[in-house]
């Protein structure tokens, strides 16, 4: 990957290395860029699913299709009890 550079105030710069120390082990500044970055996905997911969570039918909704996927998901492989009876009890 190509490697770029961006001005940031010292104050900032200051800021971010004090996180990439603290927060992430003294990792390079870039590496905690990242890491923030992934973490404020994480969030604005997370904050989705409150989103879904608050509206009964949305949810409902979203877990009827998930439930889909998840039966969809083991279509046509063998039942671990009939592959495996000598471990059933």
Request: aromatic residues 8%; hydrophobic residues 35%.
């Amino acid at each position: 990957m190509a490697s770029t550079s961006m001005q940031l105030d010292s104050g900032l710069r200051d800021e971010l290395a004090e996180i990439a120390e603290r927060d992430f082990h003294g990792v390079p500044l870039g590496e905690a860029v990242r890491r923030l970055v992934k973490e404020y996905k994480i969030n604005r997911i997370m904050r989705r699913y409150e989103e879904l969570r608050a509206d009964a039918e949305e949810w409902a909704s979203y877990q009827a299709e998930a439930r889909l996927t998840d039966d969809a998901a083991g279509d046509g492989l063998p039942d671990t009890r009939d592959e495996y009876p000598e471990y059933n009890r």
